[in-house]
């Protein structure tokens, strides 16, 4: 009997392509990670300052620091200008043609109007607002504390009247007979 020790011509083959499989998939790597663009160790070539001789950029020492980059003027930026803070009379205008379009960003507008002008006259009415933003956004517990504080702050007035009226009297989303003054 002969023993099998031998390999088959078709065992042979099939390494030969292992083999080249392996080296393959290790040049492909060693060429990926040489040639990937995160992995470079110089400059792309619009950046470059190309005045030099490129001996000259080799010989200088690692010291120095490289050259500054071009930028082209048209990637330059033109200065930050201050927005322009609005007056009194610009945010009020705001609130009004809010109205119930967009409680978030009434109730944002009264509260800042609120902190800029305090005893302004028309405090009361922004007051009013910060209440009906409260209402919109169904945050009535806040918009009954809002009120509390404007009968104390505005008493008298109809934009008092109005918020007590419909907060205190007979508060949203609770039943009729059970208003809280």
Not at 16 to 37: D, T
Not at 69 to 89: G, K, R
Not at 111 to 126: C, I, M, W
Not at 142 to 163: F, L, Q
């Amino acid at each position: 009997m002969k023993s099998q020790t031998s390999s088959s011509p078709s065992d042979s083959v099939k390494m030969g392509i292992v083999a080249k499989i392996v080296v393959s998939l290790g040049v492909a790597g060693v060429l990926c990670f040489a040639l990937w663009p995160a992995r470079r160790t110089t400059a792309p070539k619009s950046v470059v300052d190309t005045s030099a001789p490129m001996m000259a950029q080799r010989e200088q020492p690692r010291t120095k620091p490289r050259p500054a980059a071009v930028v082209p003027a048209s990637l330059t930026v033109a200065p930050v200008q201050a927005v322009p803070v609005p007056d009194e009379a610009s945010l009020m205008s705001t609130l009004r043609a809010l109205a119930d379009s967009d409680p978030v960003r009434s109730l944002q507008l009264a509260r800042t109007a609120e902190q800029r002008f305090p005893t302004s006259p028309d405090a009361a009415e922004r007051s009013w607002f910060v209440c009906k933003s409260l209402v919109n956004l169904q945050r009535f517990r806040d918009a009954r504390e809002e009120a509390k504080r404007m009968v104390n702050e505005y008493p008298g007035t109809s934009w008092t009247t109005d918020v007590a009226r419909h907060l205190l009297v007979n508060p949203p989303g609770l039943p009729a007979d059970s208003a809280v003054p």
